[in-house]
């Protein structure tokens, strides 16, 4: 059975344990040398809140791990936005150098057109990841523990999407004359540039969902759970929610718990009639 993360154990038996999460280290700035020193002792030494730190890295070591509400509140969201921005640099100069070096020694005994065809793709990708995390680092981090219900929230489907079509043309569509072990090893990177790239969505869209906390005791509904709860009525599901007002699923079902919460109201047919007798929406609407 694994050990409990927690601050006071050492830092070598956190890595010994978790050794998926040497890349969560490089991207914090640690060096080794731990000795016995505790994950307090590093984390202090390095100026950063331990606590946030192993949220990161249970973000990263344990799959059906999410962190709650509470736990975004307590942690220092300064230190997960420059681990995410820090994440950003790693995939660009790193990730994303290995991935080119080994398609191109995968591609050597391939034709000039399949090479083309295989760089155009691989390019465009870079540049649209580049592109979504100039946005992220200038539109979403700045305002992240912002209290601002609203904020703008990047949209990673199409990132998702095109590792997913990488991966699925070097598995299933790849020339016959292609090197097949730079292609295992291609697959390899791609498939930890995917894993990665999820819980850096995870991790993000945690700390967002930390902008909609609001005080227990207002039960007054914001004007954007007024939008999500109009939308619920009208049999809309969380995606397409999501969809229409472009903010995470996650984002929507936070907002939605917290119009239970203030309403006392769980099911849609009684969240229906709240929104027609509060005005919210017209009668002919849901006929």
């Known amino acids: 059975m694994a050990t409990e993360l927690n601050p006071s154990m050492k830092m070598t038996e956190l890595l010994d344990e978790n050794p998926s999460l040497l890349g969560v280290f490089t991207r914090m700035g640690f060096t080794f040398g731990y000795g016995d020193a505790s994950v307090a002792d590093v984390c202090k030494g390095a100026g950063i809140d331990p606590d946030t730190f192993l949220l990161i890295c249970r973000v990263y070591s344990q799959d059906s791990y999410r962190p709650s509400a509470y736990e975004i509140e ?10 995410l921005s820090l994440s950003h ?12 070096a080994g398609l191109g020694r995968m591609i050597v005994p391939c034709g000039d057109d399949t090479q083309r065809v295989i760089w ?4 465009d990708f870079k540049e649209e990841l580049q592109k979504h995390f100039n946005y992220e680092e200038e539109c979403v981090f700045p305002n992240i523990g912002s209290r601002v219900a609203d904020i703008p929230e990047g949209d990673h489907s199409g990132v998702e999407e095109t590792i997913e079509d990488l991966k699925s043309l070097v598995m299933n569509h790849l020339p016959a004359e292609a090197d097949q072990q730079e292609a295992y090893k291609v697959l390899s990177g791609i498939n930890f540039l995917q894993d990665d790239i999820r819980k850096h969505i995870l991790l ?12 227990p005791e207002d039960n007054s509904l914001s004007a954007r759970e007024k939008e999500i709860l109009v939308c619920v009525a009208k049999g809309m599901m969380n995606k397409e929610i999501a969809d229409r007002l472009s903010i995470s699923i996650h984002t929507v079902i936070t907002h939605r718990k917290n119009i239970t919460r203030k309403t006392g109201i769980k099911t849609v047919a009684g969240l229906t009639v709240y929104a027609l007798l509060n005005k919210l929406l017209d009668v002919k609407s849901v006929e």
């Open 120 to 123: 155009k793709f691989f390019t």
């Open 204 to 215: 993000e869209e945690s700390a967002l969902e930390g902008n909609v906390a609001d005080d």
């Open 74 to 83: 307590k942690a220092d969201l300064s230190v997960i936005v420059k681990y």
């Open 89 to 100: 640099t790693h995939y660009m100069d790193v990730a994303m150098k290995d991935l080119a």
